[in-house]
């Protein structure tokens, strides 16, 4: 049984077997020790713990797994021996530095790197991160800000959500350096010089350290990480499986990074647009959107509209935020998170956008959910045998090149008001046997019961005159916009003493049925002809009569021949010919012909 120590390292509590904490005690002693005469000691110390717990911290799955021995060796291996980095700068100035060979190539992290920013140092972060030039960095982000118009909103994300290198071990990790004694120590010296240096002459030195300093990390990550990568392949002491792993790992992570930049490019996208939908919605009323005259004409139910669009700016934002989320995960793996109060809050707003947006949606289909139709009817003083001609009037007001039957507007009257209007206008035609004919204009809407529907039904506007025989039809409908869109719609129905003689203009076409059926005796063939109204059907008074077909037929029968002319039979003392006009039959005895004069019959008795 053994013993368990708890220690506090660089702010962290662990729990530590009694052997390791002892060995990690004689460790950090040793470090201190070496650092004795050092300048920046206590940060470099100080810096050398933090990496200490966060490898800890790494290999620790819950807080009441124990360190031991084996959690210790590994992070001294990570971080070297403190006799390997005692040096005196003066003493081996002319010496050849000591180098040692790292098991492994440390992946650099993403930072915001803020000791050489501008703004928040994420372009300085994602310079270290690819390992080029900050200043194309920065280029992007002026194409990204005058192209697309993404690079701000892109910007402020990334600020949010990447952490600041604060500690010296992450601008080591920044960089793509391993972070062990030696590297925490020139880190810290560098900047204890650098600062030196900025007091002695700030004018002339700073902007040649900071882009040398940067040039000398870039060009050594990349030398490290060629000398690693050619180490790795090159390695004796891999085997054969070892390397097609790691070559299919690599191919793997591509891939990964393909899809975490498709996942960000989808997810950044679709916020945009959602955000800029949504600023439509909120200026709305400061400059005229075209579209939203027609939300508000289908809004039956009354919804606010800026409600309902927030509403699925969350439930379609969110979904596309964690995406984006998700995409920046895959490509930086020390991304901050945004905490499980922002995820639990994010999660209740789009619940919420969910149950109030089928709220909205039952709400709107109860506006619908009846049909009532009301019905005007006016006797016209047309009679059998009198002539009635029908034509469709229409209004410069009220033009649209929509389809007729599905089509709505918002349009103005001639007095300046908007008005609701609708194409939605048939026009059926019944025989009646009264003496008088009856005009009957049958109008329906929707509502969310049956007053509600009725009281539309009855707001509907729609006129007709009667002028010389000649019954002029409006061609659409009107209503007060208060009314909504609640599928209006008007059937003109004439009932036709029989006898009556109907003409249809051209026009009337499109407002007709297909075909006849049963209670209607008129479809969009008859127009532009004279009908003559019977008991449930018409009679076609000018159209041209059908034609027989021609035919040209050849018969190899003796006696039989059949051509344009007609058809003869002939025998040795019997003919009978047909043809269009005339029939003709002989025999010895007899002699008949029938044409258009009547039947002459001959007979030699």
Request: aromatic share 10%; glycine share 6%; proline share 2%.
């Amino acid at each position: 049984m053994n013993k368990t120590v708890n220690i506090n390292l660089a702010g962290i509590f662990f729990h530590i077997d009694e052997d390791a904490y002892l060995k990690l005690q004689r460790y950090l002693e040793a470090i201190k020790r070496s650092f004795t005469d050092s300048q920046g000691r206590s940060e470099i110390i100080a810096d050398i713990e933090a990496r200490i717990s966060e490898l800890f911290s790494e290999r620790v799955q819950n807080d009441k797994q124990v360190i031991r021995l084996k959690e210790v060796d590994e992070v001294i291996s990570i971080m070297g021996q403190p006799e390997d980095y005692l040096v005196d700068d003066e003493i081996f100035e002319d010496e050849p530095q000591h180098t040692y060979k790292r098991k492994s190539s440390p992946s650099r992290k993403l930072f915001r790197d803020t000791d050489n920013s501008y703004i928040g140092g994420v372009s300085s972060g994602l310079a270290h991160y690819f390992g080029i030039d900050t200043i194309w960095i920065r280029l992007a982000w002026i194409l990204l800000v005058f192209g697309a118009g993404t690079g701000i909103l892109l910007y402020i994300l990334l600020w949010i959500l990447v952490p600041e290198a604060n500690t010296t071990a992450e601008k080591i990790m920044m960089t793509g350096e391993p972070v062990n004694i030696s590297n925490i120590e020139k880190k810290i010296k560098d900047g204890f010089e650098n600062v030196s240096d900025t007091v002695t002459d700030v004018a002339k030195n700073v902007g040649d350290s900071v882009s040398g300093a940067a040039k000398n990390v870039t060009d050594a990550a990349k030398k490290v990480d060629f000398q690693k990568q050619g180490n790795k392949i090159k390695s004796s002491s891999k085997t054969f499986f070892d390397t097609i792993g790691e070559i299919f790992m690599f191919f793997f992570k591509v891939f990964a990074k393909f899809i975490g930049v498709l996942l960000l490019i989808i997810g950044a996208s679709t916020l945009i647009g959602l955000i800029v939908g949504l600023f439509s919605i909120g200026v709305a009323d400061i400059i005229h959107i075209p579209w939203l005259d027609t939300a508000e004409i289908v809004n039956s139910g009354n919804t606010p509209i800026w409600l309902a669009s927030l509403l699925t700016f969350f439930l379609v934002g969110i979904p596309f935020f964690f995406l984006f989320y998700l995409g920046l995960k895959i490509l930086i793996n020390n991304l901050k998170s945004i905490g499980n109060v922002a995820k639990f809050t994010l999660l209740g707003l789009w619940l919420m956008s969910i149950i109030g947006l089928i709220i909205i949606g039952v709400r709107e289909a109860s506006e619908h959910a009846y049909n009532e139709n009301y019905i005007e009817k006016t006797e016209l003083p047309i009679i059998a045998n009198d002539t009635l001609n029908i034509k469709m009037v229409n209004n410069d007001n009220y033009r649209s090149n929509f389809y007729r039957h599905n089509g709505f507007k918002l349009a103005h009257d001639d007095q300046g008001n908007k008005i609701l209007y609708s194409s939605d206008i048939d026009i059926i035609i019944k025989s009646t046997t009264d003496s008088v004919a009856t005009i009957a204009i049958d109008k329906s809407a929707d509502g969310r019961n049956y007053d509600k529907a009725i009281e539309r039904s009855k707001n509907i506007n729609y006129n007709y005159e009667l002028k010389n025989n000649t019954l002029f039809l409006d061609s659409y409908l009107t209503t007060d916009p208060e009314n909504k869109f609640s599928d209006q719609e008007v059937d003109v129905i004439l009932y036709l003493p029989e006898n009556t003689i109907l003409n249809l203009n051209n026009n009337t076409e499109s407002y007709l049925y297909y075909r006849k059926y049963t209670g209607n005796i008129v479809s969009r063939n008859d127009t532009n002809h004279y009908l003559k109204v019977l008991e449930d059907d018409t009679e076609c008074l000018d159209c041209p009569l059908e034609e027989e077909d021609e035919f040209d037929v050849t018969v190899n029968t003796p006696g039989l021949k059949i051509d344009d002319n007609g058809v003869e039979i002939k025998s040795e003392d019997n003919s009978l010919k047909i043809s269009k006009k005339t029939l003709k039959a002989k025999t010895d005895d007899i002699k008949v012909k029938i044409d258009s004069s009547g039947i002459d019959i001959q007979s030699k008795n």
